[in-house]
């Protein structure tokens, strides 16, 4: 019985990789080997940057900054130009720039702020599930609170131990002859 490569997850060669000495990313067997040390060494900031967010933060990071130069290089065009031809692309430029750093502005606050304060929440959560003892397993549903579950719903538990019957209450001066 043959396995096929994609059947167990892992890419099967190609058929000219060998003939060239070269692999998928067409670097050699030397080239490979010293990016696979540089990988190695830097796991951490590789596995951060490759499932982070960092390269949508400096794309937006310079759309606003290429924005806010463009919107102030239009303006200063406009000042200083009289001519129709200038005019024209002092405006475009100054519009262009305004137009670029207020959406940067938009998504900060479309995007990046609702999802910050979720996982600012989703974090608190964790913590107090982490406190309380009670984590749920990755990919269930709540889980039932085992202290919960003999009281039914709406119900708190007695704080007196549950030694006393329904509607009673326990004797104030703390004798327990019965």
Not at 1 to 17: R, Y
Not at 55 to 66: Q, R, S
């Amino acid at each position: 019985m043959t396995v096929e490569p994609e059947a167990n997850g892992a890419p099967g060669p190609l058929a000219d990789e060998g003939a060239q000495g070269q692999d998928v990313f067409g670097l050699s067997n030397l080239e490979r080997d010293a990016m696979l040390a540089w990988v190695g060494e830097n796991l951490t900031q590789v596995r951060r940057s490759a499932s982070g967010q960092r390269i949508f933060y400096w794309i937006l990071g310079t759309g606003f900054v290429l924005g806010l130069a463009a919107h102030v290089g239009g303006f200063l065009l406009k000042a200083a130009v009289t001519t129709e031809p200038w005019l024209v692309l002092a405006d475009l430029l100054y519009a262009l720039g305004w137009a670029l750093w207020t959406s940067v502005i938009v998504v900060m606050f479309v995007e990046i702020w609702p999802e910050a304060k979720k996982r600012q929440y989703k974090r608190a959560l964790d913590a107090y599930e982490a406190a309380a003892g009670r984590r749920a397993p990755v990919g269930a549903g709540q889980t039932p609170d085992p202290a919960s579950a003999k009281f039914g719903a709406g119900q708190a538990p007695d704080p007196a131990g549950a030694k006393f019957g329904a509607g009673q209450a326990p004797d104030p001066a703390g004798a327990e002859d019965a």
